[in-house]
Structure formats: structure tokens, C-alpha cells
């Protein structure tokens, strides 16, 4: 009998493609994703890979076609699909906020009223709205929303934003925040049999491959006395692995240390007595 395979649906061409390939392969599943390419299917792990345009990622999700994805918060937010968030990714962070020209004189969303917007996310914008009072004029537009106040279309737009580069670059400033949002593991709600099956085996590894980018493995050597100092400064899984040196009075350390204050913990390692620091990225941790 042929093998089941979980179909998944990543962005062909953009800025989540380099993203979501890279982290299936991190995950030890190989494929060939060459230029032009619709669909692959791994060769060492029971999973097919479509790629599609963003857009289209939550329909194809929600009538079958594929069984799970990777898309963005604010994509999914403005498909307003039936579909299962299962995990945030960790990239293809941004926001989607307001913004206005600069000599826009702003001070709260009521300004927005009776203002002409451009957006590609009418629904989320609309809500945001809603919620606040404000009636706005929005104009629905596929793409090169920044231009759109510079050309005489809108008064202000709504879009995603991260650097801020392309806002300033056309004569705009953030007014308003209205979501972050980051790639996030999608499936179709009611996912059962082998495809969840082959789905919580993917999570695990992504889940052991995410948790291993933040984290680092750390090997020193410490003069006894300054055992305990040195091991305060370390929190570990549980709590480091002490093994004496050949050199009397001496131990050699091993541990783990999220990657967010790793400096600092290295410079008070440093200043606690450790000698031979070395520090080693870690490929998988198994939760
Ligand atoms: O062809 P397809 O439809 O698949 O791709 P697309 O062109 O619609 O999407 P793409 O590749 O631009 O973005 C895919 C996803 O990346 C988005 O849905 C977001 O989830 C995420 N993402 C993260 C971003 C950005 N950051 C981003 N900065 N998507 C778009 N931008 C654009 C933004 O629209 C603006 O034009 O980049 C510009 C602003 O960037 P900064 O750095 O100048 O602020
Ligand atoms: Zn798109």
C-alpha cells in the first residue's frame, strides 16, 4: 500500500519562501525546491510540499487541498478562515499598522474619520475601526499601498511594516499599530488519522529545532572554590554537568543557556573565575 503523506503549502516566491524551506530542512526533511517548482515530496519523510502564493494558503488549507501551512498572522486575520493555528514560527515578524503623511498632524484614531485609506486588508481595518467608532473610507488596493497618499489616492494607508524603511522612504510615519504578527504552522480543523499523526511528528521536530535557535551549549573550566559561584550563574535544563579535570583543583562545566542575556552570562562567568569558555550551537533540544 502507498504511503500516506501530509501535504503542506508553503510560499512559493516572497519574503516567508527562504524561511519556511529552511526550516523543514532544519527538521531533516529533504526536498528539492528548485526554481519554478509547484510541489516536491520529501525524499526521507512522508510529506509533500506545495507552493503556492501566500493569499491563497488558508483556502487551500480549509478545503483540503493541502493539510497544513505556513502563513502570516495577518493573512490568515484578513481570510477570516476555519482553520487550526497549531505553533508561531518565530519569523516573518512585522506589524500592520495605520500610517499618515507627515504633515498629518495626529493625535488619536479619531483623526482617521471621514479619511480615505488604502489598504490590503480591508477586513482587519474595518474591525480596528469598528471597534474604536471611527467611519473611514477604505480603499482596497493589491499592492504599492505606500504610494497611494503621495499620488492623491488615500489620506493615510494601512500596512505591514518592519524596518519602517518603506514608510519613510515615502514620506509617511506609523500612526496606529493594529496587529503583529509572524508566520505560524496552520492545519485544517478536524485533522485526524495518519496525516495528524505524521503532523505531531513534524511539531516535535520543529518544536526541538526552535527551541534549540534560542539556546546555546556552554563548556568552561572552573577552579573548585569557584564551583559554586559559577553554577549560580547557570540555569541549565535541570542543572550542569560537573566533571573533574585532570589538572588537581580544577572542573570542566557543561550546560545550556538561552541565547537573550547570553552575553551578559558569559562576561560574569568571566568575571566569576571561568577559563576556556567555549560555546557550541546546538542542531535539535528534545523537549
Ligand atoms: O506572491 P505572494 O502573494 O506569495 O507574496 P506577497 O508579495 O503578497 O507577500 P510577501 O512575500 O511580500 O510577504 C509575505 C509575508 O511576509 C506577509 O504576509 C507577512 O506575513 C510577512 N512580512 C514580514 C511582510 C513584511 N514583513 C513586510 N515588511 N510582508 C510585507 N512587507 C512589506 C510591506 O507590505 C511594505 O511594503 O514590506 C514593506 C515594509 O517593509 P519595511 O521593512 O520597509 O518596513
Ligand atoms: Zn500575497
Not at 539556546?215 to 559559577?230: C, H, R, V, W
Request: aromatic fraction near 6%; charged fraction near 30%; charge should be negative.
Amino acid at each position: 500500500m502507498r504511503e500516506k503523506k501530509l501535504k503542506i503549502a508553503i510560499q512559493k516566491s516572497g519574503r516567508l519562501s527562504e524561511d519556511s524551506a529552511r526550516l523543514l530542512k532544519r527538521c531533516d526533511v529533504n526536498f528539492d525546491n528548485g526554481l519554478g517548482k509547484l510541489r516536491s515530496v520529501a525524499r526521507n519523510f512522508p510529506i509533500e510540499i506545495l507552493f503556492l502564493r501566500d493569499d491563497d494558503i488558508p483556502q487551500y488549507v480549509e478545503d483540503g487541498v493541502a493539510d497544513i501551512g505556513i502563513v502570516g498572522e495577518n493573512i490568515l486575520a484578513e481570510a477570516e478562515s476555519n482553520i487550526e493555528r497549531i505553533e508561531k514560527l518565530g519569523f516573518g515578524k512585522c506589524r500592520l499598522a495605520l500610517a499618515v503623511p507627515r504633515s498629518f498632524e495626529y493625535s488619536s484614531v479619531r483623526d482617521f474619520a471621514n479619511k480615505r485609506i488604502a489598504t490590503s486588508y480591508p477586513k482587519i481595518l474595518q474591525k480596528f475601526l469598528d471597534s474604536n467608532s471611527v467611519k473611514a473610507e477604505i480603499h482596497t488596493i493589491s499592492g504599492s499601498v505606500e504610494i497611494a497618499p503621495g499620488i492623491g489616492l488615500a489620506d493615510a494607508i494601512c500596512d505591514l511594516i518592519s524596518s519602517g524603511s518603506t514608510l519613510f522612504t515615502n514620506g509617511l510615519r506609523e500612526a496606529e499599530s493594529i496587529m503583529d504578527s509572524e508566520a505560524v504552522l496552520v492545519a485544517r480543523s478536524g485533522l485526524d488519522g495518519e496525516p495528524r499523526a505524521i503532523l505531531e511528528k513534524l511539531l516535535f521536530r520543529i518544536r526541538s529545532v526552535n527551541a534549540a535557535k534560542q539556546n546555546k551549549y556552554i563548556l568552561l573550566n572552573a577552579p573548585n572554590e569557584k564551583l559554586d559561584e559559577i553554577i549560580e550563574l547557570l540555569p541549565g535544563i535541570k542543572s550542569p554537568t560537573v566533571m573533574p579535570l585532570f589538572q588537581k583543583g580544577w572542573s570542566s562545566v557543561h550546560s545550556v543557556i538561552g541565547e537573550d542575556d547570553f552575553w551578559e552570562v558569559v562576561e560574569s562567568l568571566k568575571d566569576a573565575g571561568a577559563e576556556g569558555i567555549l560555546v557550541v550551537a546546538i542542531d535539535q533540544m528534545m523537549q
